[in-house]
């Protein structure tokens, strides 16, 4: 009889560590390599062709980079929804982190629509040919401008979802131990 109240003891709190260690450590994954062209306005003048195609695989590796990264991150929801619970049973409702995972799920939804227009831009590869060399300059200047701009703010919508879920938990838990209603 000891070992099995043991147990039920040791488990919530195992689960409910492996639940809040995963929400801690998700903010600090990188959402992308870093980007060496984070001037908008890259002078194009003296930029060779070689410069624009590696620009363009840059491109490609943050964009599969980051589609690692949305897959995690989509990945919370049901660890975050488990924590939710498992706080429920222990403190009674808890709205504001049900409303706050619901807000996260729309956010993310809203940054994997900006992440899949800029896997269309890159996609398209207009400016260059089958094996990645520019055939048309400008089109090719456009292309890398306008994918990289699409990825930086699909980074951003993530990051601030990440963000708001992180100081929602942190709000509640602080109104929970400051016994604040």
């Known amino acids: 009889m000891k070992i099995n109240s043991l147990f039920k003891k040791v488990i919530p709190v195992i689960t409910t560590l492996l639940v809040v260690a995963t929400f801690f450590f998700t903010p600090t994954t990188?959402?992308?390599?870093?980007?060496?062209?984070?001037?908008?306005?890259?002078?194009?003048?003296?930029?060779?062709?070689?410069?624009?195609?590696?620009?363009?695989?840059?491109?490609?590796?943050?964009?599969?980079?980051?589609?690692?990264?949305?897959?995690?991150?989509?990945?919370?929801?049901?660890?975050?929804?488990?924590?939710i619970n498992l706080e429920v049973k222990r403190h009674g409702q808890a709205p504001v982190l049900d409303i706050a995972l619901g807000t996260y799920d729309t956010s993310l939804i809203a940054a994997q629509k900006v992440q899949v227009e800029a896997?269309?831009?890159?996609?398209?590869?207009?400016?260059?040919?089958?094996?990645?060399?520019?055939?048309?300059?400008?089109?090719?200047?456009?292309?890398?401008?306008?994918?990289?701009?699409?990825?930086?703010?699909?980074?951003?919508?993530?990051?601030?979802?990440?963000r708001k879920l992180h100081r929602s938990y942190a709000a509640w838990h602080n109104m929970l131990i400051n016994h604040i209603k």
Do not use: C
């Open 30 to 83: 990188k959402v992308y390599a870093s980007d060496p062209y984070l001037d908008k306005n890259i002078p194009t003048s003296g930029m060779t062709d070689k410069d624009i195609e590696y620009m363009n695989q840059h491109e490609i590796a943050w964009m599969l980079s980051q589609n690692t990264v949305f897959r995690k991150a989509g990945a919370l929801e049901p660890s975050f929804q488990s924590l």
């Open 119 to 162: 896997a269309t831009v890159i996609g398209k590869q207009w400016g260059f040919d089958a094996q990645g060399h520019v055939r048309n300059r400008e089109a090719a200047l456009q292309t890398v401008t306008n994918g990289r701009e699409s990825l930086r703010n699909a980074r951003f919508q993530l990051l601030e979802a990440i």
